[in-house]
């Protein structure tokens, strides 16, 4: 393991259920400074799933990648049983699918399955992909999981973190850096919820 993977899973104890078993074929193709390979770690630990890591540098990407990945050829990508999985969210989809009755990531209330995913959908793709416009739907995000949720924490599934959890708490380190390049405080502690992904996994 690299330092950079060292020193972020240094001192977290994610195995809510004990150690994790022996390994079931599992691997992933990532890069540990991406918060989408992140969050399949995130998913896998919190199931106390080994898995071996496979570090890629997407600037010379590897023959192993582009064999599994033809179509996007980018990380994450994870194998199961000699079978490859891309795409984060679905990742995590089957990840929960496969694993289900371990620490599920997703209610088992077919309605607030529907409504995690749908608020995971929507933070990747207006809060994360559109930049420009993060602030207000961050607000649209934050305003639509506390209406829906109706006082409940979204971010979990019982008590762990659960799928939109996963999906939120990937992206922090990302949000401060986007911080860090406008110059702009993009998350104010007192006002946010989405607060919680900083210290979600302490």
Known sequence: MDKGREDRWQGLSLHPHGPPPLSE?????????SPFC??????LNLKGI???????DLRNK????????????KAPV???????????????????ETWQKIAPLVPENAYKKALVRFWADFFERKVIETTIEF??????????????????????NGEIPGFLGVVV????????????????????????????????FQ
């Not at 080994?50 to 890629?56: C, F, V």
């Not at 994870?78 to 929960?96: C, G, P, Q, T, V």
């Open 169 to 200: 708490c990937s992206l922090s380190s990302w949000i401060k850096v986007l911080e860090m390049v406008s110059g702009e405080r993009l998350v104010v502690t007192e006002k946010t919820c989405v607060l919680f992904m900083a210290s979600c």
């Open 135 to 156: 602030t207000e739907n961050l607000k649209v995000f934050e305003h639509g999981v506390q209406k829906d949720f109706e006082g409940e924490n979204p971010f979990f």
């Open 38 to 43: 992140l969050r399949v770690e995130l998913a």
């Open 78 to 96: 994870l194998i199961h049983n000699d079978k490859a999985i891309s795409e984060s969210l679905i990742i995590l989809e089957y990840i929960d």
């Open 62 to 73: 590897s023959p192993l990648l582009l064999q599994l990945n033809p179509v996007h050829k």
């Open 25 to 33: 074929g599992v691997k992933i193709l990532g890069t540990w400074t």
């Open 50 to 56: 080994s898995y071996e890591y496979i570090e890629q």
